[in-house]
């Protein structure tokens, strides 16, 4: 899978490259990250990028020209798909990022200043991406999670790809608790049901510890959730939230 990020500060991104399971992904061929520099795509002494919006207003606005002309540089083909990343766009989250996993090319335009000439939303993209309710200085970090999240999802990028398949988020609930070495710190213990090779008390201890975070932490998901009768079942019995440590 390939990446196309736009932004007016490469640099930025030169670190997300630098280490982890991207760099390792880079390594492997599973993927391509390509950043490019909006400015060369201008035609004027400056490298003009920006400029004042009409109506009045403070901040500047990204000029089209030199995002259209970016886009039709490095797309691909046909099934690539180009993406505004601005507060205004739909909410990234574990569907989305797999939906775009399936994707051969994603662009990523990085916007800035007080925002993006409209027509690039209008005409060019295929959707606004938002990583949340709140507005950063540029779409520079929000790529960063993008491409974070979507290559979650490609074979071969995560070691163990059943670890994808446990996390947050995938099947609709936010993740069960993790435990390791000591089992008893400063009084803190781990549950007793993690000891007992009983696999099947193990994957119900966990299913209920997830249904019962998401029930206490993101009800807004649960609501969302078909439960079958025994997931019902298992969330009936679930402790509140604050009672973690229930004998098992």
């Given at each position: ?152 999802f490609i074979p071969g990028v995560v070691g ?30 781990v549950p007793q049901v993690l ?54």
């Amino acid at each position: 899978m390939r990446f196309d990020i736009i932004t007016i500060f490469p640099e930025m991104l030169a670190g997300f490259f630098s280490g982890g399971v991207v760099k390792k992904a880079l390594e492997k061929g599973l993927l391509e990250i390509s950043v490019h520099d909006l400015r060369d795509y201008t035609h004027d002494k400056h490298k003009q990028v920006d400029d004042r919006p009409f109506g009045g207003g403070e901040g500047m606005v990204l000029k089209p020209e030199p995002i259209f002309e970016s886009v039709e540089a490095v797309r691909k083909n046909k099934r690539s798909r180009v993406y505004l990343l601005s507060p205004q766009g739909i909410r990234l989250d574990s569907a989305l990022a797999r939906k775009l996993s399936r994707v051969p090319q994603v662009i990523l335009i990085c916007g800035r200043y007080e925002g993006v000439d409209e027509r690039v939303g209008r005409h060019l993209v295929d959707g606004e991406i938002s990583i949340g309710d709140y507005v950063l200085t540029g779409g520079e970090p929000a790529a960063w999670v993008v491409m974070d999240a979507v290559s979650r999802f490609i074979p071969g990028v995560v070691g163990k790809g059943e670890s994808v398949r446990r996390d947050s988020f995938f099947d609709g609930l936010l993740d069960f608790p993790h435990y390791t070495r000591p089992r008893d710190f400063q009084g803190m213990k781990v549950p007793q049901v993690l000891f007992s090779g009983n696999h099947a008390k193990i994957s119900d201890w966990r299913r209920r510890k997830a249904l019962a975070k998401t029930r206490d932490v993101r009800p807004d998901l649960l609501a969302k959730k078909k439960l079958a009768p025994g997931g019902r079942k298992l969330l009936e019995s679930a402790p509140r939230k604050g009672k973690d440590h229930e004998p098992d």
